[in-house]
Nanobody, 117 residues
Framework: QVQLVESGGGLVQPGGSLRLSCAAS????????MGWYRQAQGKQRELVAS???????NYADSVKGRFTISRNNAKNTVYLQMNSLKPEDTAVYYC???????????WGQGTQVTVSS
């Protein structure tokens, strides 16, 4: 069974940076693409970045040039480096597999990111 544990969130001022981590277990991590989602209060969850098993990346327009997704298969972990943070980046951030809908049963607890002065 897939287990996903997100960490690294916090309170940061506009323009600041954070690095999120997502540790996966119960799977052969290197086989799967991964993505970072976020859900702001009162809004739907949205995919902001993804990385294939081969390392190809894609980003939502709202974060392109500011966020970088990466992975370490030896640590079964996917990361999201977030720079130049804006108040509109405030949300709970989750990781999951964008390419396999069966993973939607396995959301982690998420990690809260708050961008505020």
């Amino acid at each position: 069974q897939v287990q996903l544990v997100e960490s690294g969130g916090g309170l940061v001022q506009p323009g600041g940076s954070l690095r999120l981590s997502c540790a996966a277990s119960g799977i052969t991590f290197s086989w799967y693409g991964m993505g970072w989602y976020r859900q702001a209060q009162g809004k739907q969850r949205e995919l902001v970045a993804s990385i294939t098993s081969g390392g190809n990346t894609n980003y939502a327009d709202s974060v392109k040039g500011r966020f970088t997704i990466s992975r370490n298969n030896a640590k079964n972990t996917v990361y999201l480096q977030m720079n130049s943070l804006k108040p509109e980046d405030t949300a709970v951030y989750y990781c999951n597999n964008p390419w396999d809908s069966s993973w939607r049963d396995y959301w982690g607890q998420g990690t809260q990111v708050t961008v505020s002065s």
